[in-house]
C-alpha cells in the first residue's frame, strides 16, 4: 500500500510539474504577446511612428467638409457672419457650401482627377460686403476642370492647370 501512494504521489507530481510548465508557458506567451500589441499599437506596419504630421494619407474628396483658403492666389476673408467659405461634395455628386453670403447647391463630375461643377444655384440673401467675394467664388467654381488632392489640402485647376481654388480639409470635432 506504501509504494502505491508513494507512485501515486510520484504520478501527481510529475503531472503537476507538467501541468505547472505547461501553464507557465502559456502565461509567458501571452505575456510577450501583449507587449508586442503594446509596442506595434504607437506603430504602423513599416516600424515608423504613426503620429508622423509627414505621413498623413490624402484626405477623400467626398464627404469631407473642404474650408477655402485661397482664390485665385488670394486668401479669402470671412463670409457674412463670421462664416468660412466651405463646400462638401457628397458621394451622390452633389456639392452644396456656403459661398459667403448664401448656401449654395449643384452637382459635380469627377474621373480621375477631372472635376466639374454642374450648374450651382444659390439661396437669395444680400449682404454687401460679401457679394464681390461670393460672385467671385462661384464664378470660379464654374472654371473647374481639374483636382488633385495632398494629405489635407484640395487645390483646383482650370482648362490650363492654373490653380484656381485651394481647400484644406476640416473635422468635426
Not at 104 to 114: A, C, K, L, N, Y
Not at 117 to 127: D, E, K, N, Q, R
Not at 132 to 159: G, N, P, V, W
Request: proline share 2%.
Amino acid at each position: 500500500m506504501h509504494s502505491q501512494l508513494s507512485r501515486r504521489r510520484n504520478v501527481n507530481h510529475r503531472d503537476g510539474k507538467t501541468v505547472m510548465n505547461r501553464s507557465v508557458r502559456a502565461l509567458l506567451s501571452l505575456l510577450f504577446v501583449a507587449v508586442i500589441s503594446i509596442f506595434l499599437a504607437g506603430t504602423s506596419w513599416s516600424g515608423e511612428k504613426t503620429d508622423d504630421p509627414s505621413n498623413k494619407p490624402d484626405a477623400n474628396l467626398t464627404e469631407t467638409y473642404w474650408k477655402l483658403l485661397t482664390m485665385n492666389g488670394n486668401s479669402v476673408t470671412l463670409g457674412a457672419g463670421g462664416k468660412e467659405l466651405q463646400m462638401v461634395l457628397k458621394k451622390s455628386t452633389k456639392v452644396n457650401g456656403f459661398s459667403g453670403c448664401n448656401r449654395f447647391m449643384g452637382s459635380f463630375q469627377t474621373e480621375g482627377t477631372q472635376l466639374q461643377f454642374g450648374p450651382l444655384a444659390a439661396t437669395m440673401m444680400m449682404c454687401p460686403e460679401a457679394m464681390d467675394q461670393e460672385l467671385e467664388f462661384l464664378k470660379t467654381m464654374a472654371l473647374a476642370k481639374s483636382h488633385r488632392i495632398h494629405e489635407e489640402i484640395l487645390t483646383i485647376y482650370d482648362s490650363e492647370k492654373v490653380e484656381i481654388l485651394r481647400f484644406e480639409s476640416v473635422y468635426v470635432q
